[in-house]
């Protein structure tokens, strides 16, 4: 037993919050992308999914191979040297700073959750090329000024900034309340910065199917969205070509021709800049 006068470590606290009693995205979506980071609980849960609709998969897979493009694409061709990664999940293969850093040594990149289960990894993002830099922040989407004051650390905010918010609006269940979210954060960022998002899309019955499914288990609720709505988001900003998308037809050649298989999924994505 722990002697009560020790002080208990950011981590230890960190880990004592984290439920594996009932499913949580984070989790789900790693177990769906291949990664190691979930409990019996999750997988469940996925391969009931997977009964249910199994294109889940090649949204989680595809979404994936999106922020890749999307990153390499705004770190080279962009210029752009900063990125707010906001609802990151747990880290995998491929991560927004290692993306970023192969393209440009100096890039900056601020993690931003609040979420135990990912807390408790942040370790595994805390990494940078000598020349760049890479900070967690265990923050809250829902306190967008607070986000950006504390991202103000590393980042320089009077500089263009690549906001990056995959695959987690649809926590928030109102959308006109996301709307505000995203609008809120914009304005704190200059003309040139850009706006990253994919989520999952309510474009087939199978995929309601699995929403509703996902959001009986216990879990905190996932919403999936119309086009329309992925695609308000954008108001305002211009969009980067090939605009509102399904996410692997979003510039595909950057990881060679669209696989057949997976051309066409329910979920969307658009790039857009802040004039």
Not at 60 to 75: D, E, I, M
Not at 188 to 215: K, Q, R
Request: proline fraction near 7%; aromatic fraction near 6%.
């Amino acid at each position: 037993m722990p002697d009560p006068d020790t002080p208990i470590s950011a981590a230890a606290r960190t880990r004592a919050r984290i439920d594996t009693s009932t499913p949580h995205s984070a989790r789900f979506w790693n177990y769906f992308v291949g990664g190691k980071d979930h409990y019996e609980v999750d997988r469940r849960i996925g391969d009931e999914i997977k009964e249910i609709f199994p294109g889940l998969v090649d949204v989680a897979v595809t979404s994936r191979q999106f922020l890749g493009r999307a990153v390499r694409h705004l770190a080279g061709e962009a210029g752009v040297r900063q990125f707010l990664d906001i609802g990151t999940g747990l880290p995998t293969a491929d991560n927004t700073h290692q993306v970023a850093q192969r393209v440009a040594p100096d890039a900056r990149i601020v993690y931003v959750d609040n979420d135990p289960v990912v807390l408790a990894h942040a370790s595994a993002l805390l990494t940078s090329t000598p020349e760049g830099m890479t900070t967690y922040l265990d923050a809250d989407l829902y306190e967008p000024e607070a986000v950006l004051a504390a991202a103000a650390g590393t980042l320089d905010l009077s500089r263009p900034v690549a906001l990056m918010i995959l695959n987690t609006l649809g926590h928030v269940a109102d959308h006109d309340q996301a709307r505000d979210l995203v609008r809120r954060l914009l304005a704190g960022l200059p003309s040139g910065s850009h706006l990253v998002i994919s989520d999952s899309t309510a474009t087939s019955e199978g995929m309601i199917a699995a929403s509703e499914a996902y959001n009986a288990s216990g879990a905190v609720p996932y919403h999936v969205r119309s086009i329309g709505e992925i695609a308000a988001f954008f108001d305002g900003l211009d969009l980067v070509d090939p605009g509102i998308v399904q996410v692997p037809e979003w510039r595909p050649d950057a990881l060679g021709p669209a696989d057949p298989a997976t051309a066409a999924v329910d979920a969307y994505c658009g790039v857009g800049r802040k004039p």
